[in-house]
């Protein structure tokens, strides 16, 4: 006693300090330890302690804790856990040991007091090894002598068990099965009935949550199942009866009653007579009544419980196998003997004393009466006296005779009333004897313990291989039964579960919930049962489930268990007792009993809830009226209507007519519900609040930081918004912040369904434009999000390892003499530079670097000699050409980002610069993210210029003028893929330059000219790249098979396996067998190839020369605008879009032109071919090849289009990869890869791998090409309002470019080159310059023109404006500088356009 | 110029980066920067620097020393993205050739005052043992792409490193407005409060 107070003082001091944890467990551990030692040197312990009390030794602690409180131990233990969870000392296991340690019971000489505070501790026993030991004996006698009072019966000794430690132990929790988890997951099946309408508009769901079912009975249950669910259903029937509690509740009732009764004053009555009806003596009686009725209900059905378990334990003994996991543990709860017995006593005696005075009362009643009967009786005789008198002779009896002379007259009075008996004067001790016998029957013995029985399901079923066989087919029979639920709904079967197997415990979980979209009105909802055997399945039972109450919405009720049955005969040869067939657990076959297969199906229905939280349910047209009448009252449903259920003041009014019994148990929830809802709080929450104090934390509300606009501003940088994602000082105040911030984003925002038309000049290429600027930025989003994905290269620079004997770094040996080489070489080779992710950069951290090395063959100026009265530079210029000196003095301005450099200026068509530029790039908004930079769409003009030096009047004054020759536009986009673009570039000429002619060197090395017939044109020889080499963006490395397929899972993988061959062993040929389309799956590639009609206009316009047709068809599809797709879907993935998607989208890569040149081929008759390969300046890509007459090879640009032989020198496509056609894929395994050294003859099989050969045949793969095309009209209205708008924004840009000059224009020249430019683009481009020059010259004689007609395809004003921008024309400073500018736009079917931008500059001279 | 409504609050950072303790190296240079965020630009001073080369002294064994001085002032709105001083430490391997020593990061201290940081370094770990062996042959040991990440939580896990000795730094901190945009970074002097006043 000392040491726990000392303990619990300890407590309070030091709570929650580390001392209390080290003491407390140091004191635990030293008492488990002590406790576990020896259970009878405990027990000696204990007994000496007891005797000679309160001793300080430690091995006494335990035992005096033990006895003093449970309460106080129990809360120092929860103490000790939680301080301790972290320590592991005393682990739960030790701590759970501890408590259920297995005391063993006292030797009878212990006081009673004490055994009974012991005896609370006994409630758990060790585990089930201890069960054959001596502990089991001895708890088996404890057990009976304890339970020997219990038993009225002695011969039905209920409490012999076996294993009764068993039964003492810890009850486990019983499992709990969530199931409504997966409630919204099935949410998609839906379905529609399609007759009769309730309600046209109405848009009802019904939810039907069908969570499972467990059988009570079921064919294949055995006997031990039988028993099993005997014991769970009278285990339930325990629960719910102890739930309610009305044992308890009624004798308190009883009590109340009779202690009102003994001091009822005349002011309570009144007060309380509304109530008092019900506090008569009848009612008393009838309470009491009922609590015994009760009482001995509970005892049987105890007795039952125990009952059955026995069976089941003997029937487990019996058949040596375990079937059901059932267990059942009888807690006791020990009660004060001295206490309870006096209780019991008083009890009694207050049941005695009642019933005495009821028996004294009824008796005195009855004496009245008695009385009265007799008075008049008396009163009768009497008369009869006086009669006899007066007729016989009146003889005088004294009155003591009347009796007998009564008794004796009794006879002739036939008339008579009989005389009264006296009442019995009522038996007290009989009373007495009947309470305690019926007390004894129905009630617990004074001082026995409670026993309180558990059943858990905790218990191990035997397995399989140690059952009998007929047990093994019973269970083998079980598994292959399987079981679904039709749902019916108007007799018409809507849906079904999902088919679940039977479980060995005959529980079933379906756990779905069906959304019913209906139309017609619910009249009924069934669910139909169905057991399936193998394929086979019958209906088991059918439960009609009610339809229910517009207010009963999803998620607010419980689920509901109905109860089935089926009256099948079932018989089986195996262990299942079968359904419907007699059955005897006696030895004798005696007591059959028949039991049918029945269960539970544990569902709900319930409306679904519409968006804005409103019942799903249609309206009803009759809602019940509550009736106001004495009988509704009573039932709240009835009075108030289920919709009513849910407001709280209708359940008040209702609780206070109805005069509900607070005191109830079954009332307790409802009154506590008012209670809450009276006390003018809210309904208690129905959810959990994770985390409630967040209110608390909020410095402002939600909606005030919703406004702030500097909070805004840093959520959106937070975000990486495109416009903020670089934001830089975010204002420090609130009032900082200008609205201005947020325009653009603002903007953007509102107008994003807003076409700006003025930026494309042309409505449908708007709105492609939009919506590809939609792909795009979800793209880019997707990539954001991906950044934040890092691999250890991004972070850590770490070498390669060097591979031995690979094929790639080489041998370690040599590794080690790169050590020895020289710092410097003489020769130095481009090295493998470091890679940086561009998480780090800013502004000037990259650089592009241009190394332009030399052209060939540029344009040189035009002598003019053959006019005379030429200014003094012409006369230069001649006697430079009659020197055989410079004719062209070139340079190159490379054009980045508005950034201008340019290299020196060299002689000579064959000028060799080797110079290197650096320009300086910055990404959009300063955002260096891959997906940023793949975005860019900038693109790098190197323009050849030739730098003319004039030299005018007398004072020596030069002039240097700068004719632009040509230009090679690289997208930057390209230059981030390929980190690299090395090589030789044909420039873009316009085709027709004034003042320059190419034919330059007539005859000076003939021998050339074979070659340069094939290579017309200008070229550039270049290097670029970007320093520091940027890791091109991509980190998204989504598979193929991660997309979707409608292809065969076969070709699917074969194609992976092609793929992955060709990798291998060539990892430099690009080869490609699968693609994903628009929808984002996957096809294979030949789909694509399919023979497609060009536009009839094409064909026809020339019918005699099929040469000029190819080229006309290949220029139609070069006008279609080029949009790479790693800048349209940022390189995450290849897109490829149909022939008729890229016609409607008039954007497209190379790939989509391509094809589309393919099929056009096809169509015409040519053997065509796509080649998937390498070229500069694109990089991977795909051309076109042909086959001429002859075996002649041409290889086709698609993009810009035009066409190389085989073995032109010059020709962009540097490596080809595969072929592809409608009927196969070919992989180019020759040695080389490069046009003018390989093969195209695919039927070599040594050459080039096919795809589809004899082993795996083409499957006949339909195309996804569309049959054929249809192209709309050529709109020439509305391209001459194109061109006149175009024009106008030219003349303005280039005015604006020039802000310090006068820009006048030339109308005249103007109008001749406008009638010039429709015959260039009839003749596709070609030269016929000199016609046109001739032409100019003569109208603009003493003008000095240069100027060049430019050509692209239309696909917005931007790029245009840039191209203009590039050539530099306005920059001609001259004072007396007009300039002439047309603009062309020629209609092609289908709104491709082809434009033409003619800009010249004139000097009088 | 006072004005009663700042927009930006100062922060001055004078200190010095003072020495380092590498046990197992000697020839160490430091270099050193500044990461901070969006919202913080530098008005004077250097943003990154680089010490010269130390040896271990003869008697005083254990330390490195550089004193190399730390001078710079930053102006931000906004308290997130508050300076870390990053370090790197490089030094020469058996083979001469300049390998990394370490990687650290600290914040700059927020409160005014002296104060002195010890900076744990670490270095980023070969991805295998063969690599471990070639890298120390050749003398090319793993490094960040950039000394900055140290600086930066995001993208760590996928990283492995080893711990390498320690750098001291002592920071003296001004600040300048903090309070009156609405930032109270902790116990100021009652003396510095009444010169407001």
Known sequence: MLCLLGLSSRIQHTSGSQHLDDFVTRRLEEKLRAARVNTTSFLHTLGQVQRSSKTSKTGNHIAIILRTNCVVFICLFILIMQTQAGKGLPTAEEAYNFFTFNFEPEPQDESEKISRKRQKKKKAAEEDRDEEGGEGVEEQEDAESEEAPLVRDEEEDLFVIEQSSQDFLEVKKAEYIGYRKRVQQESELLFTPSFRTADPEGDYQLDVDVSGLIFSHHPLFSREHVLGARLAQLYDQHLTRQHNNLTGHLTDKVNFISRLSVGQSLTQAITMSSIFVCFSPECRRNTRQLRDSEQEKDRTLLKNIVKVWKEIKALRDFQKFTNTPYKLYLRRENVDRSSDEREYEDEILAEVVELEAESEEDYQRKFAEYKKQLEEWKLWRRKQRKKKKKGQAQDDTEEEDEDQEGSESEGPVEEGPPKPEPPEKPDFDSIEQQVREKASRIRRKPGEAILIPELSASGNITASELCPRAEIARREDVSRRSLFIKILYNDKEVSRTDSRSLNTDFRVHFGQIFNLKIVNCPQSINLQVFEEIGSSCSLLAQVFVPVPEPSVVMGNIPLEEFEFSSNQRVMFDHEGVGSDVPLSFEADGSNKQTLLTSGKLSCCVSWGIGEDDVPLAPPVSQQPVGIHSGLGRLDAVTYIGASGLYDMKKIGEWATQSRLDPNDPKNASIMQLLKVASSGEVTAPEYFRLEQLQEEFNFVTDEELERSKRFRLLRLRNQEVAEFRNYKGVPALEREVTDKVFQDYEKRLKEGEIIDTKEHLDSHRALVAKYLQKIRESVINRFILAKHHYLLSDLVVEEEIPSIGGAGSGILGINLFKLAEPKRPLKPQRKERKKVTAQNLSDGDIKLLINIIRAFEVPVRRPQTNKPGQSSQSAIQGSDWLLGQVQVRPFVEVSFQRTVLQTTTADGPNPCWNEELQLPFSAPNGDYSAASLQSVKDEVFINIFDEVVYETGVVIHTRVEKHWLGSVKIPFSTIYSQSRIDGTFKVNTPAVLLGYSKELSHGTNGGYDTLRSLSEGVFITLFITIDPQLVPGESIREKVNHFDSQEDEHLLQASERFERDAAQAYPDRPCITTIIDLNGKTVFITRYIRPLNPPQELLDAFPNNPQETTALVARFVSLIPSLPDRVSFSGACDLWSTCDQFLTLLAGDEEEHAVLLCNYFLSMGKKAWLIIGTAIPEGPTAYVLTCEQNHNYLIWNPSSGQCYGQHETFCPLQTVGSLVNADNVWFNIQEYTSPMTMSFDVTKTNLWKPFFSRTFSHPGLSSVQPDELVYRRTDKAAAAELQDRIEKILKEKIMEWRPRHPTRWNRYCTTTLKQFLPKLELSGGRDMAEGHRHELQSLLGDNRISGFPLHMPFSEIRPIIEAVYSTGVHHVQASNVEFALAVYVHPYPNNVLSVWVYLASLVRT | ?197
């Open chain 2, 1 to 197: 110029m006072a004005t009663n409504s700042p927009s930006v609050f100062l922060l001055t950072v004078n200190g010095q980066i003072e020495g380092a303790n590498f046990p197992e190296y000697d020839n160490l240079y430091c270099k050193y920067c500044f990461v901070y965020g969006h919202d913080w630009a530098p008005t004077s001073g250097l943003e990154e620097g680089i010490t010269q080369i130390t040896c271990k002294g003869s008697h005083s064994s254990h330390k490195l020393i550089w004193n190399f001085p730390l001078e710079t002032t930053f102006k931000s709105t906004n308290p997130s993205g508050w300076p870390q001083l990053v370090v790197s430490v490089y030094g020469p391997d058996v083979f001469g050739n300049d390998v990394v020593r370490g990687y650290g990061a600290t914040h700059i201290p927020f409160t005014p005052g002296q104060h002195t940081r010890t900076i744990p370094m670490f270095v980023p770990e070969p991805t295998w043992r063969l690599q471990k062996f070639t890298s120390w042959l050749l003398g090319r040991r793993p490094e960040y792409t950039d000394p900055k990440v140290v600086a930066q939580g995001e993208g760590r896990e996928v990283t492995r490193v080893r711990s390498q000795g320690f750098v001291t730094v002592s920071f003296n901190i001004m600040t300048k407005d903090m309070k009156k945009l609405g930032y109270d970074t902790g116990p100021s002097s009652p003396a510095n409060t009444q010169s407001l006043k």
